[in-house]
T-cell receptor, first 109, second 117 residues
Framework: LAKTTQPISMDSYEGQEVNITCSHN???????ITWYQQFPSQGPRFIIQ???TKVTNEVASLFIPADRKSSTLSLPRVSLSDTAVYYC??????????FGTGTSLTVIP | GAGVSQSPSNKVTEKGKDVELRCDPI?????LYWYRQSLGQGLEFLIY????????KSGLPSDRFSAERTGGSVSTLTIQRTQQEDSAVYLC???????????????FGPGTRLTVL
């Protein structure tokens, strides 16, 4: 089971770009990298997924270097509503995903 | 369409009692996960169902925990003789079948908050 390491918390001002980096040294060849967002009292919500290089959707970008041992979630121009916990997942390893403790992002007005 | 639903949303019980938590996955999703999230912690994998295959129970913390999935759809997580350390939010997620565009995405329900007094 590939474990991940992320910063416990981050603060950012509204309107700034936020980059959250995740380490996953034991990523397997078949593993994807997926990021989820969780608000208080809600289940996690899918943000973005990638295998290598760069992926972009309407809410975020995901940068994955060639060795795939880390990844960076980029949130452009954050707003107060982006305050949440962000989880980096690698897998599936067998049937399981390792969620870790995530990164608590606080957006400041 | 409808998302993953869970019931009850909150459950308060006394130590030693049994509880049942229900999950209704998205229609047509073949995979179903149960997770536990303690206050301020990440998600802890409990059990995984995939179609008609035998479930992966490797995450269940003790034999007081069990789960079943009837007809490949609704799942029930049962905790017998509840203990205070069982207090947590129990989350259910479902995943689409192989080949669908959202195959690698887990869709989560809102969770059941269990409090054991």
């Amino acid at each position: 089971l590939a474990k991940t390491t992320q910063p416990i918390s981050m603060d950012s001002y509204e309107g700034q770009e936020v980059n959250i980096t995740c380490s996953h040294n034991n990523i397997a060849t078949n593993d994807y990298i997926t990021w989820y967002q969780q608000f208080p009292s809600q289940g996690p919500r899918f943000i973005i997924q990638g295998y290598k290089t760069k992926v972009t959707n309407e809410v975020a970008s995901l940068f994955i270097p060639a060795d795939r041992k880390s990844s960076t979630l980029s949130l452009p121009r954050v707003s107060l509503s982006d305050t949440a916990v962000y989880y980096c997942l690698v897998g599936p390893s067998g049937n399981q995903f390792y969620f870790g403790t995530g990164t608590s992002l606080t957006v400041i007005p | 369409g409808a998302g993953v639903s869970q019931s009850p949303s909150n459950k308060v019980t006394e130590k030693g009692k049994d509880v049942e938590l229900r999950c209704d996955p998205i229609s047509g999703h073949t995979a179903l996960y149960w997770y536990r999230q303690s206050l301020g912690q990440g998600l802890e994998f409990l059990i995984y169902f995939q179609g008609n295959s035998a479930p992966d129970k490797s995450g269940l913390p003790s034999d007081r925990f069990s789960a079943e999935r009837t007809g490949g759809s609704v799942s029930t997580l049962t905790i017998q003789r509840t203990q205070q350390e069982d207090s947590a939010v129990y989350l259910c997620a479902s995943r689409a079948r192989w080949g669908e565009s959202s195959y690698n995405e887990q869709f989560f329900g809102p969770g059941t908050r269990l409090t054991v007094l």
